[in-house]
């Protein structure tokens, strides 16, 4: 199975902060990296797909890069609504695997 | 609007069998894959099952397989799991989620219910 980490676990931040959370994968999965967001109780919540394809909805201020094993998820200018915990998931082979989280906490 | 809801969790012994259910409503549910989800605070999100559109083809994680089946009856648009000889390990909340993407973007959960919890205790 292919190992997802991600970096860091956890962050304080102040709204209107620039936050990177990075993704690291086992082994090369192309650009085949998901970003999903969940708050405490609800389901996860599709953000990004393919990488960097922003799902419809999505605020412009969520973008995503990289390919192979080495992917980051940026909130650029973080809001109230965005605290929350973040899973990357890789769709290159079956079983798809989650990284751990990060959680992005309010400073 | 596309929602999904999940039921059937609940108590059950090690060794017992559980029917967890997904009504889907707000799209073509018989277009779509259709997969399960768990969560733990242990172990994070881990994928159980995924079924094709048709249902003539179903997936499993390693740690279900021969004990779990998915199965989906698109006259009702419901999405199941069938879950015997359950093992504490198995505590988790379940969610069933819509499959979309494709080939070349790869495959995403693009929809989610809300869960339902499965807890495994004597």
């Known amino acids: 199975d292919i190992q997802m980490t991600q970096s860091p676990s956890s962050l304080s931040a102040s709204v209107g902060d620039r936050v990177t959370i990075t993704c690291r994968a086992s082994?090369?999965?192309?650009?085949?990296l998901n970003w999903y967001q969940q708050k405490p109780g609800k389901a996860p919540k599709l953000l990004i797909y393919a990488t960097s394809n922003l799902q419809s909805g999505v605020p412009s201020t969520f973008s995503g890069s990289g390919s192979g094993t080495d992917f980051t998820l940026t909130i650029s200018g973080l809001q109230p609504e965005d605290f929350a915990t973040y899973y990357c998931q890789q769709s290159y082979n079956t079983p798809v695997t989650f990284g751990g989280g990060t959680k992005v906490e309010i400073k | 609007d596309v929602q999904l809801v999940e039921s059937g969790g609940d108590l059950v012994q090690p060794g017992g069998s559980l029917r967890l259910s997904c009504a889907a409503s707000g799209l073509t549910f018989s277009s779509y894959a259709m997969s399960w989800v768990r969560q733990t605070p242990g172990k994070g999100l881990e994928w159980v099952s995924t079924i094709t559109d048709r249902g003539d083809n179903t997936y499993y994680a390693d740690s279900v397989q021969g004990r779990f089946t998915i199965s989906r009856d698109n006259s009702k648009n419901t999405l199941f799991l069938q879950m015997n000889s359950l093992r504490a390990e198995d505590t988790a909340v379940y969610y069933c989620?819509?499959?979309?993407?494709?080939?070349?973007?790869?495959?995403?959960?693009?929809?989610w219910g809300q869960g339902t919890l499965v807890t495994v205790s004597s």
């Open positions: 989620a819509r499959r979309s993407g494709s080939y070349l973007l790869g495959y995403f959960f693009d929809y």
């Open positions: 082994q090369s999965i192309s650009t085949y």
